[in-house]
């Protein structure tokens, strides 16, 4: 299976970042290659045979990912240049559109910066024309999931979106809001950031109540520069268009431009063919693995780094599964080292071939003060016991010199 990785193959190290983007395999490899070498062309704007033949193939894979995320029908599925290009559209396209003054959003401050940023500017665009709608921050647990009590306690009658990461990014772990579902009115919308979870764990939108769902295709073996947007119907027809152009469907008459069926309403312009492609050959290979067996394999590398990190003489744990009960884990744990910097202990890690990511990862921070500083360890169905195990005995080594 290693083999269906080159980098892997090649390579001596120990890869165990694919929180921030999974290895490629052969078959996404050989899929951009064919689109850039032969029959290239574009979709969605002529009638001949390699035209045509995309078009069609874009089709399929739009089909695919639907079913991947267990959507009933292909129009809910929009293709986006990456998941904060996904976030950013829902706070556009929908935001914009549709939230009054006083209107309130629902969020986490420890978030990934994708699903906190696009908040924070649309708070401040809609102030500029007199609209002020308020942002509500709500914490989260020692395990890392998103507090559903606190949630509750912050409903309003002015709440209109609750956005949650499913599986998060550094803490490593799964928050459903299925205490919460229950308790929304009908207009509360739920927006799920699945960059963590797509392609990690099995993701279904329609369990979920999601109306937003989003991910990130280079962290589910695809290419970089692809995500996808997740709309359910009942949403469409609250959605402006924040691409315009050209192939987005969208006419125009004397009054402006005149909306059109989604999902051309948000695909304005001409959309990343090979990695659209490389998305559609990443699911096969998904399908292939199994994204059960790859969570199943996940949980038992989570709960062996675990185990074995514990006796590490000055590591402390960031919340996540380290702190959960019912032996939960989704390939994430992030920890700090008593007495070594994690830039530090991360380059050190490096020299010995263990690639982790080391540093602020991603979480906002006020400028004028240092972001995070944590070591994530990520792995996937490529990762072995074996190299969890001498990567464990790596840190033991570097903290007891650090002391």
Known sequence: M?????????????????????QKPLPVIETIRAYHGSRTANVGRGGYPWAAELTARLGEIRAHTAEFLGAAHPDEIVFTGGATAALNAVALSWGLANLRDGDEILYSPTDHESNVLPWLHLRGLLARFGRHIVLVPYASTVDGRADTADIRAKL???????TVSHVHHVFGACSTLAQVREALEPHVLLCFDCSQSGGHIPVDVVALRADFAILAGHKMFGAPGTGVLYCARRVHEQLDPFLPGGNSGVAVDDSGLIRAGMPELL???????????????ALEVLDEFGVEEIAAHNRDLTLR????????????????PAYGA??????????TVEGIAAADL???????GFLVRAGAQCLPHRADEPGPDAIRVSTHIYNTAEEIDRFVACVATIAREAR
């Open 305 to 320: 780094l675990i185990d074995g990190l514990r006796g590490v003489p000055g590591l402390d744990f960031l919340p996540g």
């Open 326 to 335: 019912g032996g939960v884990g989704y390939g994430i744990v992030s920890f």
């Open 267 to 281: 695909e304005g312009g001409t959309p990343n063919i090979p990695g659209i492609l490389a998305l559609g050959s």
């Open 156 to 162: 309003t009658p002015r709440t209109r979106l609750v």
């Open 2 to 22: 290693r083999a269906l990785f080159p980098a892997l193959a090649e390579g001596s190290e120990v890869y165990l970042d694919s929180a921030a983007t999974t």
């Open 346 to 352: 991360g380059f050190v890690l490096g020299e010995f």
